[in-house]
């Protein structure tokens, strides 16, 4: 069974940073990385940045570029990984809920459709 379990959020005012945890043992299922999206009521989600399962590769949407940052470790209880986003220069309009996800694709996918394992989210909210 995969498990990915985000964590990290809460509320914080415009300017501040978080930094989101995703810890996951979808890596035995998993061909390409973990992607970071976030959701707002009524809202599709909107694709954030992917990272290689290695780390060497990432992709960021122009929306966050600059400001979002993904990393990845591998956990010594392996094939658990723990993902990162770290969020500098935060505005209220980052207001959502993240969520970390896992693509069986091999190339590294910015639609949610084409990704087939999800966490639960963690809201991240943004004052003015």
């Known amino acids: 069974q995969v498990h990915l379990v985000e964590s990290g959020g809460g509320l914080v005012q415009a300017g501040g940073s978080l930094n989101l945890s995703c810890v996951t043992s979808?890596?035995?299922?998993?061909?390409?990385?973990v992607g970071w999206f976030r959701q707002t009521s009524g809202q599709a989600r909107e694709f954030l940045g992917v990272i290689s399962w290695n780390g060497m590769y990432t992709d960021y949407a122009e929306t966050v570029k600059g400001r979002f940052t993904i990393s990845i470790a591998v956990s010594e209880d392996y094939p658990k990984h723990t993902a990162y986003l770290q969020m500098n220069g935060l505005k209220p309009e980052d207001t959502a809920v993240y969520y970390c996800a896992a693509t069986t694709h091999n190339y590294p996918p910015t639609d949610s459709r084409e990704y087939d394992y999800w966490g639960q989210g963690t809201q991240v909210t943004v004052s003015s």
């Open positions: 979808a890596r035995t299922l998993s061909t390409y990385g």
